[in-house]
């Protein structure tokens, strides 16, 4: 590579696949994400397989699984002569006659992903020799990885500290023009190093008829205590916006199915112990599609949720 200043961990990811291509020949370079047993594609150079960003693949199906417990080779020249690379899953859905995989580290040593390759043909014996060279550029990008996290992670709370321009003046959350900026912040992001993001969808029940029969001041108590209860049953990582009158969004920024059904039903509990009634729907990020279409599932689950509260 003709530099090794990088402005950030994509960038160096970029370099680092387009060189080893060059290097080693393989047809496919990648930079993924493991997220529970999902193997997300996040940087791809591809000279044969079609496999793009924001793929997603079952890591338990990979040789890559395999590779980080050092159950198989880093560098397998003839895949096929190791018997769990040979009867991986993956195998008998994509042509793979030789592999190369290093892990890739978060601050704390867990696996954050991997820096792999395959080929549809065999290699020379010779590129284990080389075998180096990828563990220097897998350190190298954990590195960039762990410290780009870390300074993310204090831009994220700069981004939102109070700006009258996104925030409610009503409840002190986020407007709609500030939660369309975040969610935008977030996607990019998402992209870049795979993090797991989901959307809740809130909408309150019973506005109207406060405000006809008690007044809109008393309508406005009501949305500014259900803000109140919302704000105090999340993390500080989370991010609550009002995005109507009586409809709220919620992006999350680390989740499971589990936990979200959790977090689902402790606010629709939080909230009947002030005697306010909501519908919430819920969808995860879905590499392939992000965000918005995940805000899109969660409204249309909220609505369901409503229909089943009136039924």
Known sequence: MSSIAFKNFHEAGQAVLRFLQQKFGFDLWMITRVEGNDWIVLQSEDQGYDV??????????????????????????????????????????????AYIGQPLLKEDGSLFGTLCAI???????????????????????????????RENEQIRLHERLQNEAVMDAMTGVYNRRGWNQFICTEEERCKIYGHPAAIL???????????DQQGHAEGDRFIEQAALILKRA???????????????????????HDSLEQLKQRLIEHLADAQISAAIGYAIRHPSYGLEHACKHADEQMYIHKRQCKI
């Open 201 to 211: 969808m809130i909408d309150l029940n019973g506005l109207k008829a406060i405000n």
């Open 52 to 97: 793009k960003p924001g793929r997603v693949f079952n890591w338990a199906d990979s040789f890559c699984s395999h590779m980080v417990l050092g159950h198989a080779p880093r560098i397998a020249p003839r895949s096929e002569d190791i018997p769990l690379y040979a009867s991986a899953p993956i195998a008998q859905q994509v042509n793979i006659k």
């Open 119 to 149: 080929d549809p043909e065999p290699k020379s014996e010779q590129i284990i020799e080389d075998g180096g060279l990828v563990e220097l550029f897998g350190h190298l990008l954990s590195h960039i990885l762990q410290r780009e996290i």
């Open 234 to 256: 999340l993390r500080q990582e989370d991010l609550l916006a009002r995005l109507g009158g009586d409809e709220f969004g919620i992006l999350i920024l680390s989740h499971d």
